[in-house]
Nanobody, 124 residues
Framework: QVRLVESGGGLVQAGGSLRLSCAAF????????MAWFRQAPGKEREFVAA????????YYAESVKGRFTISRDNAKNTDYLQMNSLRPEDTAVYYC?????????????????WGQGTQVTVSS
């Protein structure tokens, strides 16, 4: 089993930055995709970004491309989401996910492990 713990969320003004972290406990996750999803009130959970096992390949939703950067440190069993130029529409609970399997990876919901989420609120 893998337990994921997100941190780094909070309240920020539009145009500001936040850095989310996702630490994995229980086993090493260096072989797997790591990803971030988010869910705003009244909306479905949506893909934000993913990073390959080596960190060499990254994927982004169009809405965050150029503003967010995903990275990972396999020695720390952790990945990061650097969020710059934040907008009010980025307000959501952000979830970390690990080990994608099945069709549609890494953008699909088919991850085996999920964190509890961290709230990001961007004020206008």
């Amino acid at each position: 089993q893998v337990r994921l713990v997100e941190s780094g969320g909070g309240l920020v003004q539009a145009g500001g930055s936040l850095r989310l972290s996702c630490a994995a406990f229980g086993r090493t996750v260096s072989r797997y995709y790591m990803a971030w999803f988010r869910q705003a009130p009244g909306k479905e959970r949506e893909f934000v970004a993913a990073v390959s096992s080596s960190g060499a390949i990254t994927y982004y939703a169009e809405s965050v491309k150029g503003r967010f950067t995903i990275s990972r440190d396999n020695a720390k069993n952790t990945d990061y989401l650097q969020m710059n130029s934040l907008r009010p529409e980025d307000t959501a609970v952000y979830y970390c996910a690990v080990r994608c399997s099945g069709a549609g990876c890494p953008r699909s919901y088919a991850y085996d492990y999920w964190g509890q989420g961290t709230q990001v609120t961007v004020s206008s």
